[in-house]
């Protein structure tokens, strides 16, 4: 429904200081508590990761514990190497910088000289005369300056320096132990917290379930088997996909040249976990570094380049493959993630950033009391198509609603999208109106915003559309009506030749309601698209053509007959017009359009009378109707 929020009572000022109270609590606990919580994070992160392995193992015969030690382990030995790779080339990397100062001396003169140097020759005689003056003012101090150097260096080098104590191993042993010491205990409080939920994986999920589930067990499970799955396939193909990421970093920057290829590598595939910017930030790095290798400029673009190409192939052709286009996360709130994550936690909760997002959002989805997280952080739109069309028609903004119906239509047809998009729209509008919650201003702008877009995406209306003069909104004639009018206009009031070949004209009636108008001339504009020979009339126009003489009117023209209601559970009058227009027309095929109400669905559908050949419940499906009965008409068109 789209109109349920209206339903929701308004929270109390009470409510709302309780929930401000506690999501401060919340981000206090955060933030204060990071010491204990990132490594429990990291241990949940990491156990989705090992939980497909835990479960290969047992498949192939180890029992539950000896399957956590042997996943855990491979983990450890893996993690051991990497950071032993990456402290081994980070020192390297070090011991080699003094050895890249001239390069790096030399580009940066060669770009001053690009830059400001050009600057300084464009500077006039003004210029000149101001960097004189400032010269002459500097002179001064700058001779109280070196009276003071020297008095500082004589008094400074007549006090002897303190003989520095050498470094016994004890003491350098002392000092790697003080820098490693934290990041080794947070490793091992990840690796113990990791053991222990692995072992207790079955537990933890029924005391979660116990907790949330309440009565309903079975949709608890199946949030949680759902959200448990997705979590882990994404972590595991992510993971993958960054490894690989880093391999092929590794090596093309090996095989051009850039050295400490392994650290840029481990960067990459770290940082890569931070969409959007991760990776470029390290390609940035990796470029600057390479320049300061050689004297040229090649290297840094091969490195810029290599990081281009192998991007564009993974976020193009690897990524949708494994797990799709996007992450189920907005691009904004990727990037505000990343904010607010980092600032909590530093680098570590930068890296996190997506998975912890991931994990509210997957949230969000099952549990109701969530659902803001899922509406503000994920990439679902948070308004159907349907309400799109209103919302924007409410504006006047049919230029966005022409946009999306244009891309609408590279997938499927207009009949498809008045179906599924425009007269659901529709019924939004009719609603609030019965209701009383829109003015009788805005209901003209719909209907005008309305008016445009259809004949904007209908090729009858594209033609029209500058050769008549348009109503003004405050017309108190319906849309249906308003477009017919258009094509009696140009065509005349039969909206076509009266002498025409026998069995080709297709006549399409409505029940006279706004909506049904609409909904006749829109079905009436998509066969005319079709080439079909196709003309809306009332129960009214047959009376007033049978009180006139029409000597040139062709006999039998008529060989399809549409009845269109957007309310199908009126049988009444569906029967009694199909037996009224069956006296008219014996060898007429009349077809009854049955458009449902999305808005109230399970109605139970009209049962017709024997008169009316056939029943459809779209207009897609009227239209396909008329091309199965004139297929040369159609021919090359779809409905």
Not at 341 to 351: E, K, R
Not at 365 to 371: Q, S, Y
Not at 497 to 521: K, N, R, W
């Amino acid at each position: 429904m789209a109109h349920e929020s209206d339903a929701l009572p308004t929270a109390s000022p009470t409510q709302r200081a309780i929930t401000i109270i506690a999501a401060a609590t919340v981000l206090a606990l955060l933030y204060f508590g990071r010491e204990v919580l990132v490594p429990v994070a990291l241990a949940l992160f990491l156990s989705l990761l090992m939980a497909p392995w835990v479960r290969l193992y047992r498949r192939i015969g180890l029992g539950h514990g000896a399957s956590v030690f042997v996943a855990v382990l491979g983990l450890a030995v893996v993690m051991t190497g990497l950071v032993t790779v990456v402290g081994t080339q980070v020192v390297h990397m070090a011991r080699s910088l003094p050895q890249y100062e001239a390069t790096v001396h030399t580009k940066i003169q060669t770009l001053r000289a690009m830059t400001i140097g050009r600057m300084e020759v464009m500077q006039g005689e003004f210029g000149k005369v101001i960097s004189e003056s400032d010269d002459r003012n500097a002179s001064l101090p700058t001779k109280s300056a070196t009276t003071l150097s020297s008095a500082t260096s004589t008094a400074t080098h007549g006090v002897p320096e303190q003989a520095q104590a050498p470094s016994t191993p004890l003491a350098v042993m002392t000092r790697v132990l003080v820098a490693t010491w934290i990041p080794l205990q947070t490793a091992g409080i990840v690796l113990v917290v990791l053991i222990f939920v692995l072992l207790e994986h079955e537990s933890l999920r029924d005391r979660f379930i116990r907790l949330v589930g309440g009565a309903d067990l079975r949709a608890t499970t199946a949030a949680i088997n759902d959200a448990g799955g997705r979590l882990s396939r994404f972590f595991v193909s992510t993971f993958s996909v960054n490894f690989g990421v880093g391999v092929a970093i590794w090596v093309g920057l090996t095989l051009i040249g850039v050295p400490n290829a392994p650290l840029w590598a481990a960067l990459t595939a770290t940082l890569r976990f931070v969409p959007y910017v991760g990776v470029w930030i390290v390609a940035v790095l990796a470029a600057l570094f390479a320049a300061a290798v050689v004297p040229g400029w090649s290297l840094l673009f091969l490195t810029l380049a290599l990081y281009a190409f192998v991007e564009t192939v993974v976020a193009q052709f690897v990524e949708p493959f494994l797990y799709g286009h996007t992450t189920g996360l907005s691009p904004l709130a990727v990037v505000v993630a990343a904010i607010f994550w980092s600032s909590l936690w530093g680098p570590v909760g930068l890296i996190m950033s997506t998975p912890l997002t991931l994990c509210l959002v997957v949230a969000g989805r099952h549990v109701k009391a969530l659902d803001l997280l899922s509406v503000l952080l994920g990439d679902t739109p948070a308004l159907t198509m349907q309400q799109r069309l209103y919302q924007r028609a409410l504006s006047g903004d049919f230029d966005e609603i022409l946009v999306e119906a244009r891309a609408f239509l590279k997938r499927k047809s207009f009949a498809a999208y008045c179906d599924a998009v425009l007269l659901p729209a529709v019924q939004l509008a009719r609603t609030d109106l019965a209701r009383g919650v829109i003015s009788r201003e805005q209901q003209a702008g719909v209907r005008e915003v309305i008016v445009t877009v259809i004949e904007m995406l209908g090729s009858e209306g594209r033609k029209w559309i500058r050769r008549h003069h348009r109503a003004s909104v405050l017309d108190e004639v319906s849309i249906g009506r308003q477009l017919r009018q258009q094509r009696e206009d140009i065509s005349g009031r039969w909206q076509g030749p009266l002498s025409v070949a026998p069995q080709s004209v297709v006549i399409c009636m409505g029940f006279g309601s706004l909506a049904d108008d609409l909904a006749t001339e829109i079905l009436t504009r998509i066969l005319r698209d079709l080439h079909i020979d196709a003309r809306h009339l009332s129960s009214g126009d047959f009376a007033a053509f049978e009180a006139e003489p029409h000597p040139d009117s062709t006999p039998n023209a008529v060989s399809m007959l549409y009845l269109v209601t957007t309310d199908p559970t009126g049988a009444q009058g569906i029967d009694s017009m199909a037996v009224d227009m069956r006296g008219r027309f014996p060898a007429a095929c009349i077809v009854a359009v049955l458009l449902p109400d999305t808005l109230t669905p399970g109605e139970a559908p009209a049962v017709v009378s024997s008169d009316v050949n056939e029943v459809v419940n779209s207009l897609e499906a009227a239209a396909l109707q008329a091309i199965d009965r004139f297929p040369k008409s159609a021919t090359g068109s779809a409905p």
